[in-house]
């Protein structure tokens, strides 16, 4: 890295935010002058992909550089396996000051994440300034009298906790999209992701600059329930919003078909302005993070990625939330900016959010862990490669995928298979399997040897 010193290493998270809601990958519906100022400023990956399109196994991948199939992190029930290093770790030991404000994931069945978000087992996985806040649904678990996290005990003490919790069971009866995804019943200033970006910017504020530090802001938005405070979702409340991809019962496996559902047009609407005020809440917030830089006089010395953990369905095959191998729930946005790297770049290589592992120590110039499955894509930031990977996997317990920069192959266990020629068909309507005998076999045997293959060759 050409600086005299390590960089500051800022890593933003969204939560089940699709790569095509946003300004810099086209979206006009959706204003993030923010986030687009970060596309502006470095390179822009238009094929980046989630490793598992649920939240844990997403940032357990992330977090040991491990493919969740090899580590068997297939749902929301994993944990982080203790016996494998994480990257937090990694920096911590090499000199780094490790933050986190906002959702981790890495322990999902454990609900209580102490008053100040800094249980014990969050330094051991390599925090050393930890604030690990609630997620959304997490936050409206158990008992309204028991705050189980840092935002729990903030809503408490402002007597906010009650209302929050009763709304957030309405919600959850009716299943927490079709019909109830009205605005919040907070006041913005007390909403889940207002509070992540003013804790994180007053985190870079206040962190002591005589050692270099990574911090991870993790946001709980815009994950359903689609509920923006009142004041953004009156931004978007006529605004015109793209249509979905028509729901197909044809090539369609059963269990996809059994989650389908048949929201009204304006309904649908309504739902697609909620999500995008959720962004645009978002976006103000990442504003606060690069001001506070600017005003440390760290903004030069500061590599920021902007990212998601999996996508969103949206209503696209009639489908919500991600959990599926479509393109809303895998494909996701990723942003770099930095020291050494070209402002305006845009990359159409193929990439792994397990790749940001070793890339973020190679950044930092620390060696990463042996015989990961993640690959650091450093070179390409830095202008000196183009190419990266050919093909990624992404998978759950009940499918697994294999996606090319032209083709998508679904096995889907007993059900039948999928294959798209994205080329032809990016909007994966028309499943060719049956016609391709041939071509589903040989995608078959390229999944069965992902895995099997050398870890330290490039996939």
């Known amino acids: 890295m050409p600086t005299k010193t390590p960089p ?60 969740p199939s090899r580590i068997r992190a297939l749902d929301n029930n994993s944990y982080l396996p203790n016996h494998l290093p994480t990257y937090y770790q990694r920096l911590r030991d090499r000199g780094y000051r490790v933050g986190c404000v906002g959702k981790l994931d890495l322990a ?106 990574h911090l991870f802001v993790s946001f709980v938005g815009p994950h359903d329930p689609f509920d923006p405070p009142t004041e953004y979702a009156e931004r978007y409340r006529d605004a015109a ?57 760290m903004l030069d010395n500061t590599v920021i990625i902007f990212t998601s953990d999996h996508g969103e369905m949206l209503g696209d095959h009639g489908l919500f939330q991600k959990q599926v191998a479509y393109e809303p729930s895998i494909h996701i946005p990723l942003l770099v900016a930095g020291p050494g790297m070209e402002p305006g770049k845009v990359s159409d290589t193929i990439v792994d959010m397990m790749d940001l592992n070793p890339t973020i120590c190679a950044l930092a110039g620390v060696e990463s862990a042996p015989n990961m499955d993640a690959r650091s894509f450093d070179q390409i930031l830095l202008g000196q490669h183009t190419e990266h990977r050919q093909e990624i996997m992404t998978a759950l317990t009940n499918f697994r ?25 990016p909007q994966e309507t028309h499943n060719i399997a049956a016609d391709c005998p041939d071509q589903v076999a040989a995608m078959r045997e390229r999944l069965k040897r992902y895995l099997l293959q050398d870890k330290r060759e490039n996939v």
């Open 108 to 213: 999902k069945p454990d609900t209580y994440n102490g008053r100040y978000g800094d249980r014990p087992t969050v330094y051991r996985w390599g925090f050393t300034h930890p604030e690990e806040v609630e997620g959304k649904m997490h936050a409206a678990q158990g008992d309204p009298s028991a705050p189980h996290g840092p935002y729990t005990h903030y809503l408490n003490d402002r007597g906010r906790l009650l209302p929050f919790w009763e709304d957030y069971r309405v919600r959850a009866e009716a299943g927490w999209i079709l019909g109830v995804s009205h605005d919040s019943v907070l006041p913005t200033e007390d909403f889940h992701d207002a509070y992540i970006g003013r804790r994180a910017a007053r985190w870079i504020e206040n962190i002591a600059a005589d050692f270099p530090w």
């Open 241 to 297: 919003m793209p249509d979905a991809v028509p729901k197909r019962l044809d090539g369609k496996p059963q269990w996809l078909l059994n989650r389908q559902k048949d929201p009204s047009a304006e309904e649908l609407a309504h739902i697609r302005r909620q999500y995008c005020a959720l962004i645009k809440l978002i976006d103000d917030q990442v504003g606060l993070l690069l001001d506070a830089l600017t005003r440390r006089d």
């Open 8 to 67: 500051n290493i800022l890593l933003i998270m969204t939560d089940q935010h699709r790569w095509d809601y946003l300004g810099c990958y086209g979206a006009d519906f959706v204003d993030t002058p923010n986030i687009d100022r970060l596309a502006a400023s470095g390179l822009r990956f238009t094929n980046a992909f989630t490793s598992a399109p649920v939240c844990a196994p997403a940032r357990i991948g992330l977090a040991t550089g491990m493919h």
């Open 401 to 425: 995928c294999l996606r090319t920069a032209t083709t998508k192959f679904v096995d889907n266990g007993n059900d039948m298979p999928e294959l798209y020629d994205l080329a032809h068909d």
